[in-house]
């Protein structure tokens, strides 16, 4: 079976970001990027799934600048056999994404797509389940578990107060969740292989998506600072604060 | 303007989290429609009716709606969704999960997450781990949003809404449910509860969470836990509070052996007094707690038991 993962170029994870000045967006200029930890999560499981004999082909694909680039060789180095681009330098919202994959999915007939979660940057939490839909395939979100059984394949999902396991009819749409693996680190002769894995570069255009969006972001702020606290010595004092200052006791 | 809320369920009965989001959607203002999809939901259904500001209760009782899986969800939204300007559900799994479905069948965006309402088409949302708050304006003429239950007031309960039933039926060939293993617990939810006390990697092992259970009795406390202690096998993962797991905002969250990576603190920091207990003094969590103690934690927890 051919396996679809999407990546996506992100902020990394650990670097504390900024409102730009004047508010307009978060200042992303000289900020370290990376791919997105849950893609990370997808591309890992696509890679076992080649590993198992049970995919044959798995196939990388992102939507953002040039510089993606560098997010789908990550991802050929991990295992991945070949890569879709799809270049635009607009911010591309998640139905637009959306549009786009299903263009791609309608392309290569994939059994299987896989995406992370979220994106770290948006917390949308939304393409996957839109690709879904507009491909009219079946979903299995926040997947910690993926077992492809001939025809179907079984997620159990992490949902509010524990796990459910779904059964879906393949083709499907697969979406992880962090304890679905621990993704490998990329080896450097694997790095080196990577730069000659074929990379196909498209446009919106090409697929005929218009990636304009009707939501507008008018604003972005910092969230109100919370008052620095104090350090107490002791549990009595602690209990105190709590009973007498806080009055959360 | 006429809003339709999806209510959440938990094993077939009404959870806590809809009366947030109706909260919401009386901020937006307009009629308020409220629909009860599942199978033998009528406990669910009358006690949405008596939700404070909602019109109607539309119940959807069926087989095929049981556990709400996403495919039968979305297509009976999409076939209600043409008498509504919004639809709201929480930003629970079950709303993330189906809201961005029904969205795409419509051709709109979905706001996740929001937390604040400015007007009918423009809503606060917070960004890259709730380190930054957006304000988005939604042109579409249907507006598809989860909702932070946190951030709204829950509405009381007491409406007198009228109950009727609906009579679509989708067909769900794609995917059918197996099991669900939910976790058994008699302590309040943790989304909802007004403390929470949560433990990290400081805990060392899973066996030392008891240590909570005692402080957590006796403050009617949630227990949570940081992604740190999910991952080492400490505690099952619907108790990771965090950007990826719950977001909680209690009157107290009391931090124990929880560094505070950006990522927790995106779960928490909205709660109303924070309280790290940490053997490490230049740990992250003492620049938004709110009261810090500097110890070990297990000289700490058993003391702070003694004394409550």
């Known amino acids: 079976m051919k396996v679809l993962v999407a990546v996506k170029r992100v902020i990394d994870y650990n670097v504390k970001i900024r409102v730009k000045a004047d508010n307009s967006d978060v200042d992303l200029t000289n900020v370290k990027m990376a791919m997105n930890p849950f893609c990370e999560i997808a591309v890992e499981e696509a890679v076992r799934l080649k590993e198992k004999g049970v995919a044959t082909e798995v196939v990388a694909v992102t939507v953002g600048p040039k510089a993606a680039q560098e997010q789908l060789r990550t991802a050929l180095a991990l295992g991945a056999d070949r890569a879709i681009h799809i270049e635009t330098d607009e911010r591309v919202e998640s139905l637009a994404v959306a549009k786009l994959l299903a263009k791609v999915v309608d392309e290569e007939q994939p059994d299987l797509v896989i995406l992370g979660k979220q994106a770290i940057d948006t917390d949308n939490n939304q393409t996957g389940q839109m690709l879904a839909a507009l491909t009219n395939l079946p979903q299995g979100t926040f997947a910690s578990e993926v077992a492809v059984d001939g025809d179907k394949v079984n997620v159990t999902r992490e949902i509010d107060g524990g796990l459910q396991t779904v059964a879906l009819s393949l083709p499907a749409i697969v979406t992880t969740d962090l304890r679905l693996n621990e993704p490998r680190y990329a080896k450097l002769p694997d790095i080196m292989k990577a730069k000659k894995k074929p990379l196909d570069t498209k446009t919106p255009a090409d697929y005929g998506v218009e990636v304009a969006s009707k939501v507008s972001l008018l604003k972005v702020e910092s969230p109100a600072e919370r008052k620095g606290g104090v350090k107490v010595a002791s549990v009595d004092e602690l209990i105190d604060k709590l009973k007498n200052e806080a009055k959360v006791l | ?308």
Not at chain 2, 48 to 72: F, I, M, T
Not at chain 2, 146 to 167: I, K, M
Not at chain 2, 217 to 239: E, H, Q, W
């Open chain 2, 1 to 308: 303007m006429s809003i339709l809320v999806l209510a959440d369920l938990h094993e077939g009965q009404l959870a806590g989290a809809t009366a947030h989001v109706v909260a919401a959607a009386k901020a937006i203002g307009g009629d308020i429609d409220v629909l009860v999809a599942g199978e033998g939901v009528q406990a669910a259904a009358d006690a949405a009716a008596k939700l404070d500001g909602v019109s109607k209760v539309r119940v959807a009782d069926n087989a095929v709606y049981a556990h709400q899986l996403a495919e039968p969800m979305g297509a009976l939204l999409v076939e209600l969704a043409g008498d509504y300007s919004h639809v709201l559900a929480s930003a629970s799994t079950t709303g993330k999960n189906v809201l961005p479905r029904l969205a795409a069948l419509k051709d709109v965006s979905q706001l996740s997450d929001v937390i604040g309402v400015e007007s009918a088409d423009t809503f606060l949302r917070p960004i890259y781990a709730g380190n930054a708050i957006a304000t988005v304006k939604s042109d579409d003429a249907l507006k598809v949003m989860t909702v932070r239950t946190t951030a709204f007031d829950a509405v009381e309960s007491t409406g007198s809404a009228s109950v009727e039933a609906v009579e679509v039926v989708v067909e769900n060939g794609q995917s059918s449910f197996v099991k669900q293993e939910l976790a058994q617990s008699d302590r309040p939810e943790l989304g909802g509860a007004k403390v929470v006390v949560s433990g990290g990697r400081g805990m060392g092992n899973g066996e030392n969470f008891k240590l909570l259970d005692g402080i957590a009795d006796k403050l009617g406390a949630a227990i949570g836990a940081s992604r740190a202690a999910v991952d080492a096998g400490f505690v099952p993962n619907d108790m990771q509070v965090g950007q990826t797991g719950k977001i909680v905002a209690p009157e107290l969250y009391i931090a124990v052996g929880i560094s505070g990576a950006i990522q927790h603190l995106a779960g928490m920091k909205d709660s109303k007094v924070i309280v790290a207990i940490n053997k490490d003094e230049e740990a992250p969590i003492f620049q938004v707690a709110d009261y810090g103690l500097v110890g070990d934690l297990f000289e700490i927890l058993p003391e702070l038991e003694s004394k409550l």
